[in-house]
């Protein structure tokens, strides 16, 4: 698999690649084209012959999403989430910056194949130079006919708005992006209904990644049966990889499911190995809420099902961080509990306050004031939190679980040696600031 | 027809009075001069109505209508939000709702400059905290403050997704890349930072001059509720 030929990064590198112009003359838009012929049933059909499972992180298949809605809707709407706020994960960044316009040929497809009318894309605020190539990839669709009213000469009619997030994490959950979309706090919703039933504008409603929709072009031009030739049968066509950290190149490489962690890490097209003079110690390789592997954990394949075997909640985002030899465990596990202490959107109980005391504890174990037993407490807050699923309205609790305990067992010998290491003193010292 | 929610909310303001000494002060509640001109223009009103087409209810204007008001006057004054609701004919207190949750609304002017430094896990592995504590040394400010002259705001956010060029920092719109913490002076000084240089379309265009709005600088007078100072205040009474 040395030379894979990359599909969705097709035309990265590609002067002009955000223009309709250039990606029309690299074959754009045929699928498009294509799609129109067929009814929506056969459509949705093919991409679920194709079994593509959704990039946003749940891995549920996209044909499935598609099928769930009501057959005598009237009125359907499209959402695509570009609310990448997943660290460290960039690919549809990548992906919106070199190609907007095969983003936009995957959403009409989607559009069509479920018959919306509208379709939102919802990007956060962060994005300010890919909003303005997205919405002027839009602009050029609308002045070509792509998009808008009576679409390619048929009878399909779409329109394509971006709608701009304001920074929350929790807005990426399909229900919240809703909440959000509606122009309220991004809370997400307590489900069943199921946006598909009832979703944005109490509508039936789509909601699906960037990422996902970059592959529906393929599929249709290609066939389903392209697409479930590669990778393995379960994680089947290409996916987007991140990696950062101290490594010597840093960025998103396309690949089949096919490759372990250590791949990526040192592939020569890909990671290329560490920064000299640093040293891998553990990679979160899902995004963060997937969770820790430790070095010797390092040949996890990056699919669908493998990392549930060591431990972490999925392949998340596939966006791994390497974290090098130099860098304390600590502050690894108080940026994780951080993280989900701010981003927490406080309507259910355990995860507001669950977090919110992960954080407490996890700061002062980093300011040098924890103590071992610490760790227990935090070990049992993240299982009562998240592992038990249905607890909560959204994932984000058991999003938060998984790297604290991860982090806690497998690196549990450094966190208390260094817990013990602390000077006598240090502990009272810390806490008379913090209280 | 009842009268538009932000009307109702001025005059209720107005009618406030401190008669009693046992009456204590709402600091929520806004101090707004009856006299003062609208804060929104009719340009900025005029392009958040040609939202409306786009959604089924007003109330999901709410989210373009807050980022073209920030835009053209920096931050959303309590008066703003006020406008904004009778615009849209919601409730000020759905406006404050919204506002409240997300991170990237301003209720209180910042610098002209808002600096992101991301603090998240790829940042912070690459040497993130040093670039921020560079910036808060130079600057002479902690996180979420502004600089005495207005001229710069420190905010910290989770990830920005820019992480294969990590550490990263934002100013205003520009996403600078690989910054290290000898690359800060030459960072603060850098005049891209105002907007970005890229042609715009005409949704979310550079706002027109409202800046130099007399209205603009009432709005000062009147900041919003649970801003830091507020808290800071309450604790020492």
Known sequence: MANFEPILLRNRGVTGSTSLKVYESRGGYRAVRKALKMTPDEVVEEVKKANLRGRGGAGFPAGMKWSFLPKDRTRTLLCVNADESEPPTFCNRVLMETDPHQLIEGTIIAAYATKSQIAYIYMRVEFHEQFHIVQRAIDEAYAAGYLGTKIFGTDYSLECYVHRGAGAYVCGEETGLIESLEGKRGWPRIKPPFPAVEGLFRRPTVVNNVETLSCVPHIIERGAAWFTGIGPPHSTGPKLFCISGPVKKPGCYESPMTISVRDLLEREDMGGGMLPGKRAKAVLPGGASMGIISANEFDMKMDFEDPRKFGLLGLGTAAAVVIDDSIDMRVVLRNMARFYGTESCGQCTQCREGTAWMHKMATRIAMGAGRVEDLDVMLQTARNMGMMPGLSICGLPDGATYPIETIIKKFRGELESAIRAQPAGRAKRVLSVLN | ?237
């Open chain 2, 1 to 237: 027809m009842a009268q538009p929610a932000g009307e109702r909310l001025l005059k209720l303001s107005r009618s406030v009075k401190r008669a009693m000494s046992w009456q204590t002060i709402n600091r929520n509640l806004p101090v707004m001069d009856p006299k003062a001109p609208p804060v929104l223009t009719e340009a900025v009103r005029e392009k958040i109505r040609g939202f409306f087409p786009r959604y089924e209810t007003k109330r999901a204007v709410l989210l373009p209508a807050l980022h073209i008001v920030q835009d053209a006057l920096g931050h959303i004054s309590w008066k703003a939000m006020a406008e904004i609701a009778a615009l849209l004919e919601i409730q000020p207190s759905d406006v404050i709702d919204t506002i409240s949750f997300y991170t990237h609304f301003w209720t209180h002017s910042k610098g002209k400059k808002v600096i992101v430094a991301c603090r998240s896990v790829s940042c912070e592995v690459m040497g993130g905290v040093a670039v921020l504590e560079e910036l808060k040394k130079r600057l002479g400010i902690d996180e979420h403050e502004t600089t005495a002259d207005g001229a710069y705001s420190l905010v910290t956010e989770e990830c920005l997704a820019g992480c294969d060029h990590a550490p990263c920092v934002i100013i205003n719109e520009k996403l600078h890349k690989r910054v290290r913490a000898e690359d800060v002076v030459k960072l603060l000084a850098d005049h891209a930072n105002a907007r970005l240089e890229i042609p715009r379309s005409d949704l979310f265009d550079a706002p027109a001059k409202t800046a130099a709005d007399p209205a603009s600088q009432n709005s000062q007078a009147e900041d919003l509720v649970g801003t830091t100072s507020d808290v800071r205040e309450m604790r020492e009474s």
